[in-house]
């Protein structure tokens, strides 16, 4: 009896292992013996063992440090689509979560893409997307491809739509000869949000000799670019937990302009987040527009801070900035958001100031507190208006002729150089942690409520001291020297880069036209 008992539990224990080698087997496919497990160390090596050949990508599992992808179907549901949207799409994830990997893409797919227009999520893909990816993607991963591998070309395989990801990954990736993804069906130029898949064999029968592969361990039953290559690169879900986010000066071009609303990566639980705040985000945005709106600049600042708004104002080289009554000071600053000339003029205590604008929405001009004046972009025109703007009182101008989010100052016009002798330059920065208070869209008299909706957004003002428009250093300069000066001497005080972009670049940039509202 004891006997049987001993061998009953014998066989038991045996088909036990035997039934785990098998499930082991069917969820971890068996890697081949030439498969190679490099190691990603600090130093990259260099070495031409794959010089001669072509690179299959998989973006989501070499490059980004994230598997999720959910941020991206929401920034596409919120930023082409609507609020609504992306709320629907954020309801239905915990459904997702139970299906498989390939039908979770498909109804994501569906949510965000189904009736948009192909041009708006084109623009998102070209303008919104990028800047949230570049802060997913990992050192260590790009570091390989571009120092280790040196690859003769690289084909970029994605689990998202292609149109997502096209316009980073070829701005990003050097040496990037396709991209391969899903793609979206369309009719009549409105995405239906069924999806086809791109033959990835098609794609590799243009080139020719070996392919090798880099991706993910957990993903590699997962893709269907792996039967094509003959040696893989496997990178662990533990080297990748290690991995830091790329470093901005490891760009492979500055990331100056981008545009959307979310200035946060839209994770699940942070979107939550932001759907909980914002019916009080709106109350509030609402309450401290009134507030700027009925009262005194220089009241207003104070009281904002009483509503989360937090503001450091710099005057210790105001003092040198006073004049007569009879005529105005002219204040150069970096352009933010729209708030920029309000908070310059709380700071001066001085109620007779006024803005001039590029263009801006009616009805921002109608709910401006202070006075402002719509230029025409005929430069004797302009400088007439300013001459007399400058004879009632202080005026703030904005040079760069558009606001600019990152650490960077565009080209500033030297038009306010041939108006006065003397300007005081300002420095602003600006952080949020919810909302970007700009946009180039079609919503841009909205741009000072999501700014507001932000839980504590941060305004910081530096008055540098007057400067000369006639001369540099004792020496006397033109008014493009004197604009470069004043720009240089803000960057310098910001610690912010200095670029020749201008108001068009930005907007043939991001929006596909020059910026006339």
Not at 157 to 165: A, D, E, G, I, Q
Not at 170 to 187: A, I, L, P, T, W
Not at 334 to 343: A, E, G, K, M, S
Request: net charge positive.
């Amino acid at each position: 009896m004891a006997s049987s008992t001993i061998f009953f539990s014998k066989s038991f224990l045996a088909s036990c292992r035997l039934l785990l080698r098998r499930l082991s087997f069917s969820y971890h496919p068996r890697r081949n013996s030439k498969l190679q497990k490099l190691i990603v160390h600090d130093k990259l090596e260099q070495t031409q063992w794959y010089q001669d050949k072509t690179l299959v990508l998989d973006l989501e599992g070499a490059l980004l440090r994230s598997n999720s992808t959910f941020p991206y179907f929401m920034l596409i549901a919120i930023e082409a689509g609507s609020f609504l949207r992306g709320l629907i799409l954020l309801s239905l994830y915990p459904f997702t979560s139970f299906l498989n990997q390939d039908m979770a893409m498909h109804v994501l797919t569906m949510i965000s893409f189904g009736g948009l227009k192909e041009e708006e999520v084109t623009r998102v893909g070209k303008a919104v997307l990028p800047k949230h990816l570049l802060e997913d993607v990992g050192m260590k991963g790009l570091e390989m491809v571009r120092y280790k591998m040196q690859p003769r070309g690289i084909m970029c395989v994605t689990r998202m739509p292609r149109v997502m990801v096209e316009t980073f990954v070829r701005e990003n990736v050097r040496g990037v000869e396709g991209v391969v993804g899903k793609e979206v069906k369309s009719v009549g130029g409105y995405y239906t949000g069924f999806v086809r898949e791109e033959s990835v064999e098609g794609k590799l029968e243009l080139h020719f000799g070996e392919f090798v592969g880099f991706g993910s361990s957990t993903m590699i039953s997962q893709h269907k670019l792996f039967p094509v290559c003959k040696d893989f690169h496997f990178v662990d879900e533990a080297e990748k937990s290690k991995w830091h986010a790329l470093q901005r000066d490891k760009y492979a071009k500055p990331l100056v302009f981008h545009d959307g609303r979310l200035a946060f990566r839209p994770t699940p639980l942070a979107a939550l987040a932001m759907y909980m705040w914002l019916p009080l985000g709106i109350l509030l945005s609402l309450i401290r527009s009134l507030v700027f709106i009925c009262l005194p600049q220089n009241t207003s600042v104070l009281i904002e801070a009483f509503l989360g708004m937090k503001t450091r104002i710099n005057q210790c080289n105001f003092a040198d900035a006073n004049c007569g009554d009879n005529s105005g000071r002219l204040f150069i600053c970096n352009h933010r958001t729209l708030l920029d000339p309000i908070y310059i003029s709380a700071a001066p205590n001085k109620h007779r100031i006024s803005a001039v604008t590029y263009s801006v929405s009616r009805i921002t001009e109608l709910l401006s507190p202070i006075k402002t004046v719509r230029l025409t972009r005929n430069r004797e025109e302009d400088k007439k208006r300013m001459e007399e703007l400058l004879k009632h009182g202080d005026l703030v101008v904005c040079p760069e002729g558009t606001t600019c989010r990152e650490p960077y100052l565009l080209r500033f016009s030297s038009l306010f150089a041939e108006v006065a002798d003397e300007v005081h330059p300002v420095a602003l920065t600006t952080k949020v942690g919810m909302f970007y208070g700009t946009s180039t869209g079609l919503f841009k008299s909205m741009d000072h409520i999501y700014f507001l909706m932000n839980p504590w957004p941060e305004y910081e003002v530096r008055f540098l001291g007057k400067m000369s428009t006639r001369m540099i250093n004792g020496k006397c300069c033109t008014g493009f020297e004197a604009a470069n000066h004043v720009q240089s001497e803000i960057g310098r005080v910001l610690g912010y880069g200095l670029t020749k972009l201008t108001r068009k670049d930005k907007y043939l940039m991001l929006a596909g036209n020059e910026g006339y509202v």
